[in-house]
């Protein structure tokens, strides 16, 4: 079964309080939805049209998983905290079997 990841690239961030009180509340939904953090603030090369901007890579077992936990009542509480404070390209992509 081919694992589904989020990928999300935050092209601004407006406010960092709320960027913190949803990290504070998205971490432990992600978990809690299975999934496991693999990057975040690391270094980016970007290339072509691509910006080399915070990026967040997150691995669940199953694309379902991925939606699920998005879906969860948990993240969206954290969605609710981030607000406005962050403008962001976030997607959830199905992993090659």
Do not use: C
Request: charged share 30%; proline share 3%; hydrophobic share 45%.
């Amino acid at each position: 079964m081919p694992k589904g990841y989020w990928v999300s690239v935050y092209r601004t961030i407006s406010d960092p309080e709320k960027l913190a009180a949803y990290n504070k509340l998205a971490g432990p939904a992600v978990q809690a939805g299975g999934g496991r953090l693999l990057a975040r603030d690391g270094r980016v090369v970007a290339h072509d049209a691509g910006l080399a901007e915070r990026t967040v890579l997150i691995e669940f077992d199953s694309f379902e998983e991925a939606v699920a936990a998005r879906e969860s009542a948990a993240y969206q509480e954290a969605l609710v905290a981030l607000a406005d404070g962050v403008e962001r390209d976030f997607r959830i992509v199905e992993g090659i079997d």
